[in-house]
């Protein structure tokens, strides 16, 4: 993906254009969409950006304009739509992008509408629908109010036309819009890897791994896969929607999510056709990329170093799920898995963990500096052992009760006092090969320790990005 190219994405550098290439280029656009609507008598769609100022390219519309073309070929995908003739410019004069295509212009208008609205960085983008009678539709005409100004609530072509606000001012508010676009893109992409990860890391007593299928009949590492490639775009909503609710108290955040996460397991019912494969994970990733993104709300957050901490990610979501234990006593809710084991045995699952801030994790992540010496892989099997020993995992005592609890809790323990598997990655793996076995005859599987995992995964990767003060987003590869 493009993303994998940007680090500068928010420099405005480049070089002023005279007004008349500016009307010129404004005119050889508009002879191209009169050919296309004259001879192909279809919709003709047109982007271009709104870029304040005389340079009209530089690395941020460079993205920007990407981004608009990804979210274009989504919506061609998804209406199964070849265009019948296209242009794509990346000019000095301005990025552009025309389409010949066979769907009703009413019909796409209301599409490209919905995209406007789907995510703050559309608002750079200015896309037209055209009849092809020549006819430009307009949001008024579907009784949706005229784009507002990027700074304040009036229509942003009065606001433009009577130069309200300074040039300064707008582009900051475009260089916040696409850092926080391009976080919610790349943080998207390294939470769906981190699932994947997990599902990959082989052996894992009772999980799913790329051997077996573990203690589940129903799941495979391929159908893992699939799930969390479909997850990606809504754990950048999540973020996204962490960045847009910044300015609402803490209190009303879970709430407000809880519709996304919805939205999130539904889409991933879909691909599983009904198999609960990340379920608890979408619990978990939601809450920690909305607290990213509450926090990469704060102006100008790539200047400041150290920007994302452990500490205070995981504190901000104990502070959203304050009281999400309730919800295992107050009869309110339907009665799920998690509600009728807190009746039974008093553990409060997920739910206690994050209103807890994930004190588990935060516990044994220091794993990963301590064993630093050792392959990431061999870091991972030790932190899985210590979360099954220490993990009062809701997924065990659905399965096997208590005694399945003691078992796997008692053999992770004895384990981790083997001093052999802290040098001995081959020897680690046959203990583990065995443990397998074993909790496939018993049929347990630490399915709440494997959601910790793939976040640890997640939160390490996230931790090595460096925040400098060049205006880059270096994202650390190694």
């Not at 999510?257 to 608890?280: C, Q, S, W, Y």
Request: aromatic fraction near 10%.
């Amino acid at each position: 993906m493009y993303l994998e190219n940007f680090y500068n994405i928010t420099s405005l550098q480049g070089s002023d254009v005279p007004l008349l290439e500016l009307l010129d280029a404004k005119e050889k656009r508009a002879r191209l969409q009169k050919k296309y609507c004259e001879t192909y008598k279809k919709s003709v769609l047109s982007v271009t950006l709104v870029a304040m100022g005389g340079v009209k390219r530089n690395p941020l519309l460079d993205y920007v304009f990407k981004r608009a073309l990804d979210r274009l070929n989504t919506l061609f995908q998804m209406l199964k739509i070849v265009p019948l003739a296209q242009s794509i410019q990346f000019l000095s004069t301005g990025h552009e992008a025309i389409f010949a295509l066979s769907i009703d212009p009413r019909l796409l208008k209301q599409y490209c509408i919905e995209i406007e609205e789907s995510l703050p960085l559309a608002r750079l983008w200015d896309i037209d629908v055209i009849t092809p009678t020549g006819e430009i539709l307009n949001r008024t005409d579907f009784y949706v109010p005229a784009r507002s100004c990027l700074l304040c609530d009036d229509n942003a072509k009065i606001c433009a036309r009577n130069r309200k606000h300074s040039l300064a001012d707008l582009h900051n508010y475009m260089q916040n819009l696409v850092a926080q676009d391009y976080l919610a893109e790349k943080l998207a992409y390294h939470a769906s890897d981190a699932l994947v990860e997990e599902a990959c890391l082989t052996p894992k007593p009772g999980l799913v791994d790329a051997k077996n299928t573990g203690a589940h009949q129903d799941m495979n590492v391929r159908l893992l896969q699939q799930s969390a490639r479909v997850l990606r775009p809504y754990f950048a909503k999540f973020i996204r929607f962490g960045q847009q609710t910044a300015h609402l108290p803490i209190s009303e955040i879970l709430s407000r999510l809880r519709p996304l996460g919805i939205k999130a397991e539904d889409a991933m019912f879909l691909v599983t056709k009904g198999v609960n494969t990340h379920k608890g994970a979408v619990f978990s990733f939601g809450l920690v990329c909305t607290a990213i993104g509450r926090l990469s709300s704060t102006k100008n957050f790539w200047h400041q170093d150290h920007f994302f901490t452990l500490e205070n990610i995981c504190n901000l979501v104990a502070e959203m799920c304050q009281g999400i234990t309730k919800e295992l006593t107050d009869g309110q809710y339907p009665v799920t898995a998690g509600i009728t084991l807190f009746k039974r045995y008093g553990v409060k699952g997920a739910r206690g963990e994050a209103e807890a801030g994930f004190p588990l994790l935060r516990k044994y992540f220091c794993i990963f500096d301590k064993y630093q010496h050792l392959s990431f892989e061999h870091q991972k099997f030790l932190f899985l052992l210590h979360l099954m020993h220490e993990n009062a995992d809701t997924n065990i005592l659905h399965r096997g009760g208590l005694d399945g609890l003691e078992f796997i809790q008692q053999h992770a323990k004895a384990l981790l006092e083997d001093n052999q598997i802290y040098h001995d990655l081959p020897y680690l793996k046959s203990r583990l090969e065995n443990f397998d076995t074993q909790c496939m005859e018993k049929n347990l599987s630490a399915g709440g320790s494997a959601d910790l995992l793939a976040l640890s995964i997640f939160l390490h990767a996230l931790l090595r990005i460096n925040f400098d003060h060049s205006n880059q987003i270096n994202f650390s590869e190694n």
